[in-house]
């Protein structure tokens, strides 16, 4: 089985690929490498993967083994506001000889006084580093130990080497716990997966303190560039599924309810295994939906009746069954979900249905469950990583029930004879609230991953939007909102600077699922009350247009405000006056509280 092996690109395939992206004009993506090993070859496998997502990778080297003195400020430039990402190597042969080297020969009180030293590095470096930089850290982690010093006995101690390894990283994991935008990349896990023996280069250790081999230092810059997707906005939302020999093994229209492959014995296990699986993208936030050849009333038979079954109907937020080809059902679950296709992961067991949607919809991420191999498919799914996130929000955890009731509220708007009508019947309530210490996780993945109505796409970390609620002359605001199929979450952001008389609009955003109700008219009425009485007398905004967020682009010439320029580099600037604020006329609301009103 080559899960992982399929997933390592050729030297050529890296070259070809970097060489390609010449010619290209792609957004820079600065990364800055603090270590105290060579590992200068992962540079190629990061500009590779910057490349697969549409960016440049600019790649500088901090010197070896000085991270303590560049986290500090020894090498200006390195560090800095136009850093995107910092990478931290810390082995540990070099940080500490005696724990990785000499482990048999240290007495309990040295083993114990050399984890603190370790940890105090940490704690410097880390706090070092956020002092110049705001960028993402990603710290590799302390590899677990293949052959520990005190062999057979070592796995029997409290205090052995290995259960040492672990404290090192559960120290690792507190002090970054401790920095917003910090985050640990597991290199055991890389390890795990590819195996020791082909994780270190023992050889070039000696001869250049290179530990890692080209395969390791590929699957790590892999394993960095999840964390990557997840700050520019481009983890993936929906998992799209076939049924037959995809859910389960055979097909349903032709075996039958009771032939289908799908219990607790092999191959039917198989199936379970990978339901199981989709079930824990589900319990993470990820929307499920399904795209089948198939009579419809056939599938829905499996999910309703069979007695082995894990997904339910009330898993699935979108299902297009039919004879359509593919790759029009996932345009139509797309806009059905109100997400881009590049939001869509979609699996199949067909070679022929998956080229076709390669072909019709590149931006759509596949996977193929080879039906001979059925055992593969749940590992497959675990390893893609398109889901991953190195945070998970409390509307994460619930997305999946909020999609199940945005079908509730499309299938009643449908039903509905007017809009106003539709709206009231809705009972909505809105909660606007400044960011806080639960809310700012949510708030900045929303200016992370919100890419169609959104004014301005900046994006901003955990980080970046702590400092931003901190500041005297910024407001941060979310909005909530709740009808009589559920709470919805945290579906607006507004973020709002104040120069003098004039409030400037650098962030509006909103969730597309919580469009067309006029949420986001009341919302932007709330934001300008706000400011005016904070006594500005004017708010400017601007639209900055991308490929996604057309639909905004007439959002603030039609609430009032006027045009005043064209920006340099692209988009338009707009100024509206706050006096004598009026709120819309179709006020269907329910209750709208605000924090700056008693």
Request: aromatic share 8%.
């Amino acid at each position: 089985m080559k899960l992982f092996a399929d997933s390592i690109p050729s030297n050529e395939q890296v070259t070809d690929c970097v060489d390609k992206a010449e010619g290209l004009d792609l957004k820079p993506l600065r990364i800055s490498v603090l270590r105290n090993v060579t590992v200068e070859a992962i540079e190629s496998y990061l500009q590779y993967e910057a490349v697969r997502i549409g960016r440049r990778a600019q790649v500088d080297f901090g010197g070896y083994d000085t991270v303590v003195q560049e986290a500090n400020g020894a090498a200006p430039g390195l560090l800095d506001d136009s850093t995107d990402v910092v990478l931290v190597f810390l082995h540990l042969s070099t940080l500490s000889p005696a724990l990785a080297d000499q482990f048999a020969t240290l007495s309990p009180e040295q083993i114990a006084a050399e984890i603190e030293f370790c940890a105090g590095i940490i704690r410097q470096t880390i706090a070092g580093i956020r002092r110049q930089t705001q960028a993402t850290v990603l710290w590799a982690s302390f590899e677990p130990m293949a052959w520990p010093a005190l062999g057979i006995q070592d796995a029997q101690l409290d205090n052995g080497q290995a259960a040492t390894v672990q404290r090192l990283n559960a120290a690792l994991r507190e002090a970054l716990a401790a920095v917003p935008s910090a985050y640990v990349v597991d290199l055991g896990a890389v390890a795990l997966r590819l195996g020791i023996n082909r994780f270190y280069d023992t050889r070039y250790w000696q001869m250049a303190k290179a530990p890692y081999s080209d395969e390791a230092l590929s699957l790590t810059a892999a394993e960095v560039f999840k964390f990557v997707r997840a700050k520019l906005g481009k983890t993936r939302k929906c998992l799209v599924l076939d049924c037959d020999n995809t859910l389960w093994g055979g097909v349903v229209g032709e075996d039958g309810l009771e032939g289908i492959k799908l219990g607790t014995t092999y191959p039917g296990s198989a199936y379970l295994a990978f339901q199981r699986q989709i079930l824990e993208l589900h319990a993470r936030g990820v929307i499920i939906a399904l795209v089948s050849k198939n009579n419809e009333a056939d599938v829905w038979e499996v999910f309703d009746r069979h007695p082995d079954m894990l997904l339910k109907r009330e898993h699935i937020a979108s299902a297009y069954i039919n004879w359509q080809d593919k790759a029009a059902n996932l345009r139509s679950v797309a806009k059905d979900l109100n997400i881009a296709t590049e939001s869509l992961v979609f699996v199949d067991d067909s070679a022929f249905e998956l080229g076709l949607v390669e072909a019709e919809l590149p931006e759509v991420a596949t996977i193929r469950v080879d039906p001979r191999r059925p055992s593969d498919a749940r590992w497959l799914l675990s390893s893609c990583g398109h889901f991953d996130l190195p945070n998970l929000t409390a509307e994460d955890r619930k997305r999946g029930s909020l999609y199940q009731a945005e079908r509730s509220r499309r299938d009643a708007a449908a039903a509905a004879s007017d809009l106003a009508g539709y709206c009231r019947s809705l009972k909505i309530g809105l909660t606007l609230d400044f960011a806080n210490e639960l809310s700012i996780p949510r708030l900045a993945q929303q200016t992370q991953k919100t890419n169609q109505f959104n004014l301005t796409t900046r994006r901003y970390s955990d980080a970046d939007m702590a400092v931003l609620a901190r500041d005297p002359t910024v407001e941060v605001i979310g909005c909530k909102a709740e009808d009589k199929y559920g709470d919805m979450g945290i579906i607006g952001t507004a973020i709002v600077r104040y120069r003098g008389e004039t409030a400037y609009l650098d962030t509006f955003l909103m969730s597309c699922r919580a469009l067309g109700r006029g949420i986001e008219r009341r919302f932007l009425f709330e934001v300008l009350a706000s400011a005016a009485r904070r006594g500005a007398q004017s708010m400017s905004a601007d639209f900055i247009p991308t490929a996604k967020n057309q639909q905004v682009e007439r959002f603030l010439p039609d609430h009032g405000f006027i045009h005043l320029e064209t920006l340099e580099g692209g988009g338009e600037r707009y100024r509206r006056d706050l006096a004598n604020l009026v709120p819309d006329p179709e006020d269907w609301f329910e209750f709208v509280k605000v924090p700056w009103v008693d």
